[in-house]
């Protein structure tokens, strides 16, 4: 299995481009569903979890076709055509390795007016029940039924009439579900409390550009008038929000300067009102953010929440980039209850970090030494490649299939700015 290898203390300094982003193009992905004439999506980044959820589409009798990209474009082009559906049913031995297969609910339902899909997999950070997923299906008027570790859903009379739900919590899978299958419902659907999340506009967008009438895009409550068909489209992949977040983390923990390009600000608005807050000089250019550490970092209190607050998918980078502030930070977790499990590897480091309940106390200023470590989840393995730039010595990162579920190319993206990082297999 292959470990990437680290050897701290260098100072980054560069460009380094934004891929598309993963939780967006998941989003997109099962979108083709939705219609049977083709969906292109271009800035697709390579990465597993893309890779998982186009042999998941097949199962159902999609084509996919990756094209060549053109000279100033990053990523990938795929083009889907689901012509004709050949099953509704998305099987354990592919959804068991992502959670975000439970997305292809909401259009094979929209879609076949029924879909069976097993419970989803994906990283171990707590409890992500899929309840509210199936409770906004059922207000929509599915008939949902669990048996055999799957679900299945059928809209009687094949088609949902649409309905009205309220999310009693933010959920956004949930609402990214119940936006796909109301696109092409009967009537009007309303979701309130909705998330707002940079991914649910551009799944909004998308819908759209292939027909859907959606109001009140970017905000809590989305209406949207149900469509007898939607269209095939080409649209393009935003920009990923947590990979930008964790390149300006890799420059202020090793005191350096990062052009982040194809950023986009107003995406990530809290991760850079607190790299500002941890004394991060931020500059903010037309389509690319400069992100330079010019002076000792400074702890800070944050606490995780749904967009435009603080995500929880940059908690552990900021942890790891905090373990070198001058001063305690104070970390709160509202999303996850296991969202910790990087800290004993950080420790590992010479980390000092206190966990009690959902918070945690980051002590500041703590000699990093390399030291074999072992990733948990996709997030926590960004944490410990930080962890390991900043460190004296080297550092072992193991387990990095979790790392390339979320971070296209990260080895040669890091070594074109001067961090000496590699690859190697076990043999």
């Keep these: 299995m292959d470990r990437i290898l680290i050897r701290g203390g260098n100072r980054l300094s560069g460009r380094i481009a934004i891929s598309g982003a993963k939780n967006s193009a998941l989003t997109l992905l099962p979108c083709a569903l ?21 042999h998941l589409l097949n199962q159902f009798g999609v084509s996919t076709m990756i094209e060549g990209t053109r000279p100033d474009e990053f990523g990938r082009v795929m083009t ?30 929209g879609r076949m007016g029924e879909a069976t899909v097993s419970l989803p997999g994906g990283c171990a950070i707590g409890n992500r029940p899929i309840d509210l997923h199936l409770k906004a299906l059922e207000a929509m008027g599915a008939e949902i039924e669990l048996a055999a570790g799957y679900v299945k859903a059928t809209a009687p009379g094949g088609r949902l009439p649409g309905g009205r739900f309220t999310f009693p919590v933010v959920s956004v899978g949930a609402t990214e579900n119940a936006l796909m299958a109301a696109a092409t419902a009967k009537g009007t ?73 194809g950023a986009e ?125 900043a460190a004296t010595g080297e550092t072992q990162v193991s387990r990095i299939y979790h790392l390339d579920r979320g971070y296209e190319r990260l080895e040669e993206k890091l070594q074109a700015v001067g961090a000496d990082i590699e690859r190697v297999g076990d043999g």
């Design 189 to 261: 659907t309303v979701l309130e409390n909705a998330a707002r999340e940079p991914e649910i506009v551009d799944l909004c967008r998308l819908l759209i550009a292939m027909g859907a009438s959606i109001d009140g895009v970017g905000t809590e409550t989305l209406t949207i008038e149900g469509r007898d068909r939607l269209h095939g489209a080409t649209y393009r992949v935003m920009p990923d929000r947590i990979e930008a977040g964790s390149y300006a983390c890799a420059a202020a923990i090793t005191g350096g300067a990062l052009e982040l390009v």
């Design 34 to 54: 939705l219609t049977d004439e083709p969906l292109t999506l271009r800035n697709l980044p390579r990465l597993a979890d893309v890779d998982s959820f186009g």
């Design 265 to 389: 600000a107003s995406d990530m608005r809290a991760t850079l009102v607190a790299l500002q807050e941890a004394g991060v000089t931020i500059t903010e250019t037309a389509g690319s953010i400069h992100v330079a550490a010019n002076g000792p970092l400074q702890p800070v209190s944050l606490s995780t929440a749904p967009f435009p607050g603080f995500a929880t998918d940059m908690q552990a980078q900021f942890m790891a980039m905090l373990t070198q502030a001058d001063g305690a930070s104070v970390l709160t977790e509202t999303i996850f209850e296991n969202r910790y499990m990087h800290v004993p590897e950080l420790a590992r480091m010479g980390a000092d970090i206190q966990v009690t309940g959902r918070s945690a106390v980051v002590r500041g200023q703590s000699p990093l030494i390399g030291a074999p470590v072992m990733a948990t989840d996709l997030r926590a393995s960004m944490s410990l490649i930080l962890a390991g730039l």
């Design 80 to 109: 889907m055509r689901a012509s004709r559906l050949t099953s509704s049913t998305a099987p354990y031995d592919i959804v068991r390795k992502m959670r975000a297969s439970i997305l292809v609910l909401g259009p094979l339902i």
